[in-house]
């Protein structure tokens, strides 16, 4: 019998490392649970990063943004200043001032058509990966276009789209790169300073 | 990879990540919770919590150790919603005895009475006894994991260690 003075805690350890099976339904009950969550997300958003589904050229951003920069040099009533303000910084990313130098990151834009989205955050090598920074939120600018413009350092980086917390998607506009261990879609971007 | 494939929509995948870990951790929240029927109501949950954001889980390759951080939250939830709720203790006997080849009845009645001292202690002290002595988690994983400071997870840590064998020893001296 063992001695009631020495009560060795790896002796009770040793013990409660022995293994706890579960029951023999248990794999059953898991599966079963997991196949009745909404699997098709995956696959709908899968579809949705396909190139030939959803293109948003930088040419047709291009245009609008000079559009609203000639539209607003020429001098903005007063009742489009919202209206300014709000796209202020496509122009920015575009057509960044010369004022501020030296220039160690561009504000870049992000913009993703996800019509069922409740959320959309951009996540990169440039935030953490954080789905939850607060610069990298983007906004429903209407007819399911969510966008953000925010701040990515001069270089090559990888990013991806974050919807509603939990599915990743690439970016349709952007050049795909491999995806990481884990399967989830990037997207590659190079900032440059320009002149 | 099995995680990569699950994110591509292979469901079934997800069976081999279940199998791979439900054994071990299944240990965990037995002992957390006190009984098998909780314990798998917490692994469960911990599993199909762990597939519905999957996409969140940053290190693939550490996957098991993600999972197990959602169990010991899902634990803590459980644990106090059935806090007062009066505790069970379901040995499982059959592999006690298989377990033991000298004492079946001694070991078995030892068994016992660690798991019923170890359902005594208060529910933070038994998870930080459990991550350290069981798991055999360092102070700073078991920190990350739980949100509480290393000098305090030290201090359940030891004063878990002073009512086991406190308990302990009483029931030998009895």
């Known amino acids: ?195 | 990879m099995i995680v990569a494939r699950v994110v591509r929509g292979d469901v079934e995948a997800f069976a081999a990540l279940v199998e791979r870990y439900r054994d071990r951790y299944a240990r965990y929240a037995f002992h957390m919770l006190g009984n098998r029927q909780d314990a798998e109501e917490a692994l469960q949950d911990a599993f199909t919590r762990a597939y519905r954001s999957l996409a969140r889980c940053e290190d693939p390759e550490r996957f098991g150790a993600w999972l197990f951080r959602i169990l010991v939250n899902r634990c803590r939830t459980l644990g106090a919603r059935r806090g007062r709720r009066s505790r069970t203790f379901v040995v499982d006997e059959t592999a006690l005895l298989e377990a033991s080849e000298e004492h079946p009845a001694d070991r078995a009645a030892w068994r016992e009475e660690i798991d019923r001292a170890l359902q005594q202690l208060r529910a933070e002290q038994r998870e930080a006894f459990l991550l350290k002595y069981v798991e055999e988690i360092g102070y700073d994983e078991m920190s990350q994991m739980t949100g509480v400071g290393v000098s305090a997870l030290k201090m359940r840590v030891l004063r878990a260690c002073e009512r086991l064998r406190e308990l302990l020893s009483e029931v030998h001296s009895a």
């Open chain 1, 1 to 195: 019998m063992r001695d009631e003075n020495e009560l060795p805690l790896r002796e009770i350890a040793r013990e409660l490392r022995e293994p706890v099976p579960v029951s023999e339904s248990f794999d059953a009950r898991v599966m079963r649970a997991v196949r009745a969550l909404p699997r098709h997300r995956f696959g709908f958003w899968l579809r949705l990063t396909a190139p030939r589904t959803i293109t948003i050229k930088p040419l047709t951003w291009g245009v609008l943004a000079a559009s609203l920069i000639v539209f607003a040099a020429a001098g903005v009533p007063r009742a489009f200043g919202a209206l300014h303000r709000a796209t202020r910084p496509i122009a920015t990313a575009l057509f960044p001032s010369s004022a501020k130098a030296p220039v160690k990151s561009q504000r870049v834009q992000f913009v993703l058509v996800a019509p069922d989205a409740k959320k959309v955050a951009v996540v990169g090598d440039f935030n953490g990966w954080d789905a939850q920074h607060a610069e990298y939120q983007a906004k429903h600018r209407g007819g399911g276009v969510w966008s953000v413009t925010a701040p990515v350092p001069l270089g090559h980086h990888r990013y991806s789209f974050v919807v509603d917390d939990s599915v990743w998607v690439a970016d349709p506009t952007a050049p795909r790169v491999v995806d990481n261990d884990f399967g989830t879609p990037n997207s590659a971007i190079v900032v440059e300073e320009l002149k």
